[in-house]
């Protein structure tokens, strides 16, 4: 019978950044004033930082401006699961020549809208694990 | 050319219901200190709570103790995305008779471990927006 440490991997960041690049949804928490959220989003992971767009006026920009955020990314099947937790502080991007080179990056969007901004988070900590899922045991 | 209201639709309350109860991995999100964290979670929806199962002595239980939590499913395929979010109160299950209810639930788990606790959320809010995913529009 397998204790929980046998069947869960803990990732490199490099193996983490594998999984940012090859997913384009993931979930962005923020809290302001005591109130936590999250958020659904579609993002592009450059490599270094983790781009997102969203709606101008929008609760999410206000909560992630200057702030120190949560994103995550997973994935699964009938075998095993993978997550992936990006910390760190996201800003608004608000130069023209940052909006420029955002708007070249390969960002997809679930929702088709013509006006938007640009959140882009910094990662202080990138962490990940694997799950070998398996059948439950039998509690003692 | 649709503008973003065109084409998100907000879901009511038994919308959302049906939606977390035809799932079973969610995230949860909590803060405490100022630190905020992101988590994947298995979870059972009965109906009017929401209960999930975690190892003990994990920042996830510490986190989470009568704290405001925000808790997100979401679903896509290629023509639309749905999300719900749950927000409320989480409470670690210490009673012997809650204990034993949860342990009724059909809560399904990925990771294989002998030693759990319960979390439970109670509801303050449960939003759901479906998303019809369309092109991209040209930008003015």
Do not use: Q
């Not at 004033?33 to 993002?43: E, H, K, S, T």
């Not at 900590?125 to 398996?134: C, Q």
């Amino acid at each position: 019978m397998s204790d929980a440490e046998d069947v869960m991997i803990v990732l490199d960041e490099s193996e983490c950044w594998v999984l940012l690049r090859s997913h384009s949804l993931g979930r962005l928490a923020a809290s302001a004033a005591g109130v936590i959220d999250i958020f659904p989003l579609n993002y592009y992971a450059d490599g270094s930082t983790i781009l997102m767009r969203t709606t101008p006026g929008t609760k999410l920009v206000e909560m992630t401006i200057h702030s120190d955020v949560a994103f995550e990314i997973d994935d699964f099947t009938d075998e095993e699961a993978v997550s992936v937790v990006v910390k760190g502080t996201a800003e608004w991007l608000d130069t023209r020549s940052a909006i420029e080179e955002a708007d070249r990056a390969p960002l997809v969007s679930w929702l088709p809208t013509l006006k938007y901004v640009y959140v882009r988070i910094t990662p202080t900590s990138v962490t990940g694990r694997r799950f070998v899922r398996g059948p439950e045991p039998e509690r003692d």
